[in-house]
């Protein structure tokens, strides 16, 4: 009888999907801002107050059109921002190599270093970086804008050395579940 009702209560829970409000732990935070009507780049976020938060485990927002909105944002479909913030785990030092889509402007920064930008009022485009990852725990933020009408786009993907790319997700990048077997203790 208790497993019964565990399984109802389970189905009964929101099931998270992109943009969604309800906290992915281990996914990614995205601060949702409005920003000034004509504003050609991204805007100092830090000088704005946020009007709203979202989360996912991956952005995967393939270019359409603007009036089909972005997934969680509600009271707009232009002239807004979302600050993604999240960590990620790399079991497999090496090179990685990331590609960014977007429309209008974002950037891309790993562990606070800028790795790609795409900042702008521009249709869809794709910003290439690679970047030495060291095994264990990494930051993550991507900063994004939507401007004027026509089209939204976000889109992350990752590659390791030898794999073709694949949208990137932290579900896929977690750390193992007992810290005190992990191979890259996190630095303090």
Do not use: C
Not at 66 to 74: E, L, N, Y
Not at 154 to 179: M, Q, S, W
Request: proline content about 9%.
């Amino acid at each position: 009888m208790l497993a019964l009702a565990l399984l109802i209560a389970l189905a009964q829970e929101p099931v998270p999907t992109f943009g969604t409000t309800v906290v992915i732990n281990s996914g990614l935070k995205g601060l949702v801002y409005h920003i000034p009507r004509n504003s050609e780049h991204l805007p100092n976020l830090e000088k704005l107050e946020p009007k709203g938060t979202i989360y996912t485990t991956s952005l995967s927002v393939p270019p359409r059109d603007f009036r089909s909105g972005f997934p969680g944002v509600t009271t707009r479909i232009e002239w807004f921002a979302i600050d993604y913030t999240g960590r990620f785990w790399i079991e497999k030092p090496a090179l990685y190599r990331f590609s960014l889509t977007s429309d209008d402007g974002a950037r891309l920064y790993i562990d606070d270093q800028l790795i790609a930008d795409d900042d702008g009022i521009h249709s869809p485009e794709v910003r290439f970086a690679s970047l030495q990852l060291a095994g264990g725990i990494h930051n993550i933020r991507v900063s994004y804008f939507q401007g004027p009408r026509d089209t939204v786009a976000l889109v992350l993907l990752i590659a390791a050395p030898g794999e073709d790319y694949r949208v990137f997700n932290t579900e896929e990048f977690k750390p193992p579940p007992n810290p005190e077997t992990w191979a890259f203790p996190e630095k303090k």
